[in-house]
């Protein structure tokens, strides 16, 4: 059984003034309103619509409409929405209503309708959109700039030119030449003859099948294979342009989101470079194929950009879909493992696009993924380098050996040392749970499924068989707790936290500071919200999220935490609008005191080192780093407080750089990418920076702790500002290798929590406590981390 099946997908065509020329594009070809009457052979009412251009035509969003030939002031248009498109040079078929009368079904319609027409006198209107039209003379329909073409049979007072085509009746249509000549004129440019209803697929009835499906028409493959239209380079040489009965294999299906299905051609040719799969995109329909049908597909070939500084990804859309066949054996998956994927990441030009360029799949990692890009692809026994997303979403390694961390995770740890195993991986079967999965799980068995490429991540494997989740007990640490002797600092985004979030998030992140930081003297905290959070109404005081967050860590066993910040300035520093985010200290009284100092505005007064006799001090604490810089426009402004421990200072600067947001991806088309953020936080940390060598100016052996989310690694030009004429000292250097991280992205263990230190701090303990990152199931994003200092050992005390 031969079935065809249309979508609709992105505009290709502009729609022309109605009736300012004859059309070049889409045009109704045939209207036959006599179906089931009597001495009528086909049983059904149709119109068929051709396209007379070169380029695929979008049918989404547009209708043909029917008005009575004896319209009258009641008289209303009736409408059939469409969908698909219409392929160069093709034909696209409308079913209407059906009588009691005939013998023989249309060819399966592309698109079906009830309107009851008339046999001999009526109008058909082709029209961008699916409101009913309200015109009721060929004036006021020529006016209507969304009619594209109007056909007027009959005694029609609708039509075009100097009057209606004539001739119809329940054994004849009225019908356009082959040529598809339309010159505005009904009465000349049809002309009535027997009804000859083609569909999409070249299907015409079949007088044995009364059932419909069609007989004679075109199922034999075109002259384009998927691996042409792939091409050996990222951009398909037919990119525009229409393709026509496509041949492959439905290896994939997707149901959600961006719905479509894969096609693989099982006869593939012998260049590497060319994929032999391709998406092909339905738009909002939902796909009618299975998986292992063999279709030939008719539509335009795309090249789709999710977002901006990204690869494209090679799309068929408007499809036509032709089922030859079904249950069909399914093409061999290509092996995604540490043989076939490269250990070099990705060609360069020079920070230009790489697109162009031929693809070397055994020689770089993205081209590889782009020479199956759309392929049936898998891989065995994967371990978890990224846990499961809200999104239903894990990302795995293919390469086990590739840079792991002490926990089972792909370390980040240079801009020319990716991790090429990465993968994300997702499942088209929506009837099964998506597996929980931490990093260090493996996914056992084998994995299979056409290979994606979206914004979020790049390449990614759409899994048709998904292995077995296996759970490898990943635990959250807890550190150890102060000695006497000791002051312990921490720093802990707590993810956008406001007094409207729930108690849950609290009570979570409150033990994450009670138990596995274990109550520190001093906790430095990244996006404390306003009151309100997200409401943008002028609130500016946290008051009532700090009182409901102390309260959770008390509860949790911690201690009675005091705090101080500095309030921001409305919708001055970034972060969700209306959240007014900012840094906050919280300390515990009975171990460390606070120094407050200060008169006038700390808003948008900087505060200053003065140099005593005892040593530094602070004009105001808490205070700000010189806040009217542009180094913080529409960004965190440092929060600066001097604190004294067994009867020592020491000055605590907690941070929140600006965001990479804006950088271009890893898997940009642009190599390499270009990471623009970077020239805010080099600023940012040029006046952290210069603010402590002013404390060292001061007081040599000031016991300075700088520290917080400063959104960049400690290989990246940020932290070389930072610790300029080494007055600091990164500590997430201190740690081996494998330990150094605190964040994981698209499945990359790295980096971007700091904890740096000045000179006079020589006895320490550090530590980046492991509770959420890895995790699916998390408290905030990021892991927090604590150092320990053995005030008395160390240098200089006063």
């Known amino acids: 059984m031969i079935s065809v099946s249309a979508a609709g997908a992105l505009a290709f065509t502009a729609l022309p003034a109605a009736f300012a020329a004859p059309s070049s594009t889409a045009v109704i070809a045939e209207v036959y309103g006599g179906g089931g009457n009597s001495g009528a052979t086909l049983t059904r009412d149709f119109v068929e619509l051709a396209n007379a251009g070169s380029e695929v035509f979008d049918l989404s969003g547009y209708s043909v409409q029917y008005l009575p030939g004896t319209a009258s002031a009641s008289s209303q248009w009736q409408v059939t929405a469409l969908n698909g498109s219409l392929a160069a040079g093709g034909r696209y078929l409308i079913g209407e209503g059906t009588g009691t009368g005939g013998t023989t079904a249309l060819p399966t319609p592309d698109a079906s ?198 690869q494209s990804l090679t799309e068929i859309t408007g499809p036509v879909t032709t089922v030859l066949s079904s249950g069909n054996a399914l093409p061999d998956a290509v092996t995604v493992d540490a043989t076939s994927v490269p250990d070099a990441y990705t060609p360069s030009a020079d920070g230009g696009s790489i697109e162009s360029l031929p693809l070397e799949p055994t020689t770089y990692a993205l081209d590889f993924y782009e020479s199956v890009e759309g392929m049936r692809t898998s891989f065995k026994d994967a371990r978890v380098v990224g846990g499961t997303t809200e999104y239903d979403e894990l990302w795995v390694t293919v390469k086990p050996d590739e840079n792991p961390t002490k926990r089972g995770g792909a370390l980040y740890s240079g801009y020319d040392r990716q991790n090429t195993g990465r993968l994300k991986v997702l499942s088209l079967d929506t009837s099964a749970p998506f597996p929980t999965a931490n990093v260090g799980d493996e996914l056992t068995g084998t994995t299979t499924g056409p290979l994606d490429y979206s914004s979020y991540g790049g390449y990614n494997l759409q899994a048709t068989q998904l292995g077995t989740l296996q759970d490898n007990g990943l635990k959250q640490e807890v550190t150890r707790r102060q000695k006497g002797g000791e002051l312990a600092v921490a720093t802990y985004n707590v993810e956008n936290l406001d007094a409207l979030d729930a108690q849950e998030k609290f009570d979570r992140l409150a033990t994450g500071v009670a138990v596995n930081l274990n109550s520190p003297d001093i906790v430095a905290l990244e996006e404390i919200q306003d009151d309100n959070g997200a409401v943008n109404d002028g609130t500016l005081t946290s008051e009532a999220t700090l009182t409901k967050f102390t309260d959770a860590i008390r509860a949790a066993g911690g201690p009675r935490y005091s705090w101080r910040y500095v309030v921001p300035e409305n919708n001055k520093d970034g972060g969700e609008p209306g959240g007014n985010i900012r840094q906050v200290f919280l300390f515990n009284p009975k171990r460390v005191s606070f120094a407050d100092r200060g008169t006038g505005d700390a808003t948008t007064t900087a505060t200053q080192v003065v140099k005593t006799r005892k040593g530094a001090t602070l004009t105001h604490s808490p205070g700000r780093i010189n806040p009217t810089s542009d180094a913080w426009a529409s960004s965190r402004k440092p929060l600066v407080g001097e604190f004294t421990f067994h009867g020592e200072p020491v000055f605590v600067i907690a941070n929140h750089f600006t965001s990479k947001g804006g950088d271009q991806s890893l898997h940009s088309r642009y190599q390499p990418p270009t990471r623009s953020s970077e020239t805010q936080r080099a600023a940012q940390a040029a006046e952290v920076n210069t603010f402590v060598k002013s404390l060292l100016a001061a007081d040599a052996d000031a016991k300075a702790v700088v520290l917080g989310d400063l959104n960049d690694f400690e290989f990246s030009g940020t932290m070389t500002t930072l610790t300029s004429g080494k007055v600091l000292r990164p500590l997430i250097t201190t740690l081996p290798p494998a330990q150094r991280y605190t964040y994981v992205y698209d499945g990359n263990s790295q980096t971007l929590d700091h904890t740096l230190t000045t000179p006079a701090i020589t006895h320490f303990d550090y530590d980046v406590v492991h509770i959420n990152a890895e995790f699916a199931n998390q408290a905030s994003d990021h892991d927090p981390q604590i150092v320990r200092i053995d005030v008395g050992r160390c240098r200089g005390r006063h």
């Open 113 to 310: 309708g009830s309107i009851a027409m008339s046999a001999t006198t009526g109008t058909i209107a082709l029209v961008s959109g699916t409101t009913a039209l309200t015109c009721k003379t060929a004036a006021d329909c020529t006016a209507d700039t969304r009619v594209l073409d109007i056909v007027g049979y009959g005694t029609a007072v609708v039509r075009e030119g100097s009057g209606p085509a004539t001739g119809a009746s329940n054994t004849a249509s009225v019908a356009r030449a082959e040529s598809l000549t339309d010159t505005d004129d009904n009465a000349t440019d049809l002309t009535s003859a027997t009804p000859t209803p083609v569909n999409a697929a070249g299907q015409t009835p079949d007088p044995g099948d009364g059932s419909g499906g069609g007989g004679g028409g075109t199922t034999d493959p075109g002259t384009v294979r998927v691996h042409d239209i792939q091409g050996p380079t990222r951009l398909s040489p037919y990119a525009g342009k229409a393709v026509t009965r496509v041949p492959g294999i439905v290896t994939g299906v997707r149901t959600t989101g961006s719905k479509g299905f894969w096609i693989q051609d099982p006869q593939a040719d012998a260049d590497a470079r060319t994929s032999e799969g391709v998406f092909v995109y339905t738009g909002s329909a939902t796909p009618t194929v299975t998986v292992g049908d063999s279709v030939l597909v008719t539509g335009k070939v795309t090249e789709y950009y999710p977002a901006s500084g990204q």
